[in-house]
């Protein structure tokens, strides 16, 4: 299994739709989990942080499952601009002193 | 905005040429890193560090080395260039724990040609 599996995509969408993300991580003791954004060809950016309680950002919303190893992210009202690549990354837990390890991502394109 | 630079933005050089990517950051982290990143694709770890005097490798395998002589500062070079290299490399660090995650550079798209 995969440390950090998410669903390729592209997810296709329209303006003002709501589209979810999901992510499932394998190693049970990690503790740190983060959604960032990656544009074409630029560098990845922190979009959020995902906490236990689950947290909110404006149009975004960001959960965690630790029972079930699962991570989403939700994206209300899409605007053009949400167009890019939604990457997962969980710490990796135990040796390496908790590097992150980076999902493949999840492309989305928003169209007018 | 971020305090992690990459030089250059952009190289374009021969084969068999020796080239050094340059990484500084202002913030003081502890942990840097390099990763690798082919268009639409995954990030790939090369190199990571986690002080001075630091140096690993990382996930994938590279004929890249790195040294780290000071804390802001986390080169990468290869000794001889080869198409294969063409990639782009994004240099990142994170303080000593990666609670806060990791601030990206904006890269260096090499291309050899």
């Known amino acids: 299994r995969k440390e950090v599996e998410q669903d390729p995509g592209p997810f296709n969408v329209p303006e003002g739709a709501t589209v979810a993300f999901n992510c499932t991580y394998s190693n049970s003791a990690s503790q740190s989990f983060f959604w960032y954004r990656q544009d074409c060809r630029k560098e990845p950016k922190l979009l959020m942080s995902v906490y236990s309680s689950g947290n909110e950002d404006g149009r975004f919303t960001a959960q965690l499952n630790r029972a079930s190893q699962y991570i989403s992210l939700l994206i209300r009202d899409s605007k053009l601009s949400d167009s890019a690549t939604y990457l997962c990354?969980?710490?990796?837990?135990?040796?390496?002193?908790?590097?992150?390890?980076f999902g493949k991502g999840t492309k989305l394109s928003v169209k007018p | 905005e971020a305090d992690i630079y990459q030089t250059p933005r952009y190289l374009v050089i021969g084969t068999g040429k020796k080239i050094t990517l340059e990484c500084s950051q202002t913030m003081g982290h502890d942990k840097m890193y390099w990763y690798q990143q082919d268009p639409g694709m995954e990030l790939h770890l090369i190199h990571y560090?986690?002080?001075?005097?630091?140096?690993e490798k990382g996930d994938l395998s590279s004929e890249s080395t790195v040294s780290r002589i000071r804390t802001e500062h986390f080169p990468l070079t290869l000794e001889s260039a080869r198409p294969s290299h063409t990639s782009q490399y994004l240099c990142?660090?994170?303080?000593?724990?990666?609670?806060?995650?990791?601030?990206f550079g904006s890269g260096t798209r090499l291309t050899v040609v």
């Open positions: 990354v969980v710490n990796k837990a135990g040796g390496s002193q908790g590097n992150l390890i």
């Open positions: 990142a660090s994170t303080p000593t724990t990666p609670a806060y995650g990791y601030t």
């Open positions: 560090s986690y002080g001075v005097n630091s140096t």
